[in-house]
């Protein structure tokens, strides 16, 4: 889960709150903020769960703690002045990334903390909501450096294009010399890592002003207007993949930098025509910093919590959770005037009867977790508080029951388990040389075991890149595992197996299979039939063993394994060289077959 | 008197006058000692004889004390082979002398060390003079590991000797107990009188139960306090108890057992829980994608289409999507299930066995995979407990007491929920416990109610709340295991599987 470093002293001075470090970290975890540790520079390491993006930074945590010690109540959203700048985008912007956004911030004081904080907060976003930068990318920039186009009406405007890998130059970040896309994507440290979000573009993404070239987007800004302590005045761009969330990062940006006193004033988005432009048109004003609505029932709220709750505690619970609620009757076409002005008789609720009592509820801009009415509810219950509620068991009566797989598989479990074996639980991940080279089989042999396995795509580890086929492999690898451990050592598992099979819908044939082993000085073929006897019998199936090969085992000590007629098996003695290649010092007898052949 | 026939024959070779020890008894009777001790202790509890211990210091050379018993000690050697060529009156050069020693590796360290502690002469850049005084045959180390090695009386050695020799690691001196028999005057009457021997039997046999024979015979006496041979029964794997416990408690708790498969199309892993395409978790770091196959050849239509219009659009009036993209090809695609959740998916749709009507109940403990770093507490594959409760009007309370009653079980009391985020749950809450032992607060598990825009799609219109738990996470806190490594997969440790005690 991502986390979050935060100054205590800086959370508090935002907050307006004395509190100690504890009560602090006490009344995160309330928030769902867990404290995870201190960072070297003695911030708090806060670990969260990635839906309140708006606590990326300690702006933005100082704002919720204020509403949960109700020094701030319900919806605020922060002023605007009207846009001077605007941000053109033209035709040739790269197809697979055409959307931007942007906002001007004035009278920002940043001291190193708060700069340290802005840049905390551009990259948790990036991490979270721009998916790593593919979907949406900050781009902040020092205003005063740009100067913008004065052509026409003469207001300032920097203009999103795309450009050739070589078609211009620029002086990066953290870089002295003038490069070009291309070459930044090959030489910059920044550059290679974010190479693969724009390798496969004909064009780059990139932004100009008067000047020329100072950002490309989603990789790298340039140098010329670099953010420092002394930035009195921002320029923040966003570009992306889906407009929506540019706008959100922005307006949790915006609202991170209005809790610190600067003004936000809007910027024009001017669009070319384009389909992609069709539903969010083609003039915007941004920031986008609309709230938007839910309609939440009360029923629906008393059910999910669990208790009764007045209208005016809801009201409170959501103006507590930073929302605001107002009561909306809504006819259900029962009663005819109720209004729920408790002038009829009414519930506990105060509702008229054939109304149903329901609140609109209004959103923040910078929630971008709420969905639907539910998330709501998830507030007031936050609000509230979920450890206040009693528990209860509910009051439904069902019959329980195992599936009849996994009987079965237990009660043959149990059947070995009397027989002597230690019961074995093994990965069903395995590698494509374990599973056969090991033990001398082909998968397009024609023998037990073999088959085509269904196999990891890019395998994190070279022990396990598919899922095997049959069990005794790894009960093999625990044989060789466990050498200095006393013998006999008569093994077994009922596990799970798999191949490739056209015939299922998911192209996979899964399977339980009966594996075991004998690794005993004397250990013989008859040690392993007399035991498959016994359990064929325990399960009332005719077993017959007519002599079979395969590679695993040494010829004429092998069998198949025939139950009620069909072949589903092999037992016999193991081949030496699979034992000597397991680096076993006795003999072992061995079977495996499909517990299917049970049912 | 009649006595069994080894405690007859041990009378009759004990002495009234003269201690004599289990050993020497062994030898006169020709019985095993361990034979002797057993009658010894049956004739003391007779009152026919007294047993006297006391401890015997015993002294044995090693192998390496053998051989120098043998071959002479290194320093001698050393000492004789200088001689031999004049160090006695001038330093020689070392090579030369080692040479005719027949020393070699770790024995030339030796021979030098204990030339010069000895003081048998001087050990100087190279060269190497020997002590015309010095009487080899005299070293009293030698003459001591001599007389041992001829197996001579401890008693009377050379105290400094001995100890300086079991500091070489030339000798084992151990403590041994010695136990010593003299007759009592009951025993000597009982002597007197004649005793006879009782006909004793080592094994009940069948013949003696069918001939009745054994209404005649005495049995021989087992040491019965003795060690006998360590078996190993077999027995079904702790993790797997665990598993079957969990089962029992659940099926107890009115809840039905789901199954389903392990490869499974991310649709049911993941998009039929409202997984946005564009989550993290479903990026290949996270997931185990398969190369081959890769697609499932067939979804339901309709349930495809309603789950992408529920990631599109959202659900209800005022219901919102996500603004990721979603491709139906990129939800074919199958990989090992990240979590059993998929099969409560299957389950909802109705497409495993049928349309569901509430109230439901429903569980599973089966494997999942992820693709996580290897360590004591993590595994590729793990078990998941899943369960969820399908009904009219649940609420949290409902799923709080669901989890109170189930963990109660375990012994895990005091649950707190900390309100927390799933995509596919809302209200969402981390269940935390305290440790039966440690008193830690620990985290055991993940629970939520489904939100409606996976419930809608998959056609369900009442509440379903439901929770998921690591099955290693409670054998651990049941058993206190501390590197779950040792259990689950095939580097396991048998003597592990073997001695865990039970737990039930």
Known sequence: MPTVDVDPDELRALTGTEKGDDELIADLFALGLEFEGR?????????????????????????????????????????????????????????????????????????????????????????????????????????????????????????????????????????????????????????????????????????????????????????????????????????????????????????????????????????????????????????????????????????????????????????????????????????????????????????????????????????????????????????????????????????????????????????LVGLGFEDLLNFHMISEAENFDRMALEPDDDAFGAAEPATIKEPYSEEYTALRTWTLPSLLMVLENNTHRAYPQDLAEIGFVANVDDAENTGVAERRSVGAVLARHDAAYEDAKSRLAALARAFGATLETPPTDHPTFIDGRTAAVVIDGEEVGVVGELHPRVLVEHDLEVPVAAFEFDLAAFE | MQLPQAQAAVLEAASAREAQSIDELAAATELPPETVTGAAFGLEEAGLVTVSERVEEAVTPTDEGIEYAERGLPELRLYEAASDVGAGDEPVPMGQVIGAADLEGAAVDIALSNYARKGYGTIDGGEITADPAVEPDADPEARTLDSLAEGGAVSGLDGESLEALERRGLVDRSETTVRELTLTEAGVTALMEGVEVAETVGRLTPALLTSGEWRDVEFAEYNVGADAERIEGGRVHILRQTAERVKDVLVGMGFREMEGPHVDADFWINDCLFMPQDHPARTHWDRFALADPTHIEELPADLVEAVERAHREGVGEDGEGYHSPWDEEFARALALRGHTTSLSARYLSGHEIGGLEPPQRFFSVEKVYRNDTLDPTHLLEFFQIEGWVMAEGLSVRDLMGTFEEFYAQFGITDLEFKPHYNPYTEPSFELFGTHPTTGELVEIGNSGIFRPEMLEPLGVDCDVMAWGLALERLLMLMYGFEDIRDIHGTLCDLDLLRNTEVTY
């Open chain 1, 39 to 415: 960072t070297e520079e003695d911030a708090f390491e806060l670990e969260f769960a990635p839906d309140r993006l708006d606590r990326l930074s300690v702006e933005g945590i100082a704002r919720s703690l204020r509403y949960q010690y109700g020094d701030a109540r319900g919806v605020h959203v922060p002023g605007t002045n009207a846009p001077e700048w605007t941000i053109e985008v033209e035709p040739s912007v790269p197809g697979e990334r055409p959307y931007v956004t942007g906002a001007v911030i004035r009278g920002i004081d940043l001291d190193e903390d708060g700069l340290e904080s802005l840049i905390q907060l551009q990259e948790k976003l990036h991490a979270t909501m721009g998916r790593g930068r593919a979907k949406g990318a900050i781009g902040i920039h020092d205003l005063t450096m740009l100067k913008g186009a004065a052509a026409g009406d003469g207001e300032p405007t920097i203009r999103y294009v795309g450009v050739g890998p070589d078609d211009d130059r620029f002086v990066p970040l953290d870089s002295d010399a003038e490069l070009t896309p291309g070459e930044v994507l090959e030489e910059h440290p920044t550059g290679r890592s974010y190479a693969d979000l724009v390798g496969e573009y004909d064009r780059y993404p990139a932004i100009y002003d008067d000047l020329g070239l100072f950002s490309f987007p989603p990789v790298i800004n340039g140098r010329r207007t670099e953010v420092s302590t002394d930035s009195r005045e921002l320029f923040v761009e966003m570009t992306g993949t889906d407009q929506w969330t540019v706008d959100k990062m922005l307006a949790i940006v915006c609202y991170a930098l209005a809790a610190r006193g600067a003004t936000i004033e809007e910027v024009r988005v001017e669009y070319a025509d384009g389909p992609a432009y069709e539903s969010v048109g083609t003039e915007l004003v941004r920031p986008e910093l609309s709230t938007k609505t839910k309609t939440v029932a009360h029923d629906r709220i008393e059910t999910i919590l669990g208790i009764e709750l007045g209208p005016e505690e809801v009201i409170d619970l959501a103006e507590r959770s930073g929302l605001d609620a107002e009561r909306v009757p809504i006819d259900d076409g029962v009663g005819d005037d109720g209004v729920g002005d408790g002038s009829r008789s009414s519930t506990e609720d105060g509702v008229g009867d054939g109304t149903a009592l329901v609140y609109e509820v209004t959103i923040p801009p910078y929630r971008v977790d709420v969905l639907h009415p539910v998330d709501v509810i998830d507030d007031l219950g936050r609000a509230f508080g979920f450890n206040e509620l009693e528990p209860e068991y509910p009051d439904v009566g069902t019959v329980g029951g195992r599936h009849g797989r996994s009987r079965l598989e237990d009660a043959a479990r149990t059947t």
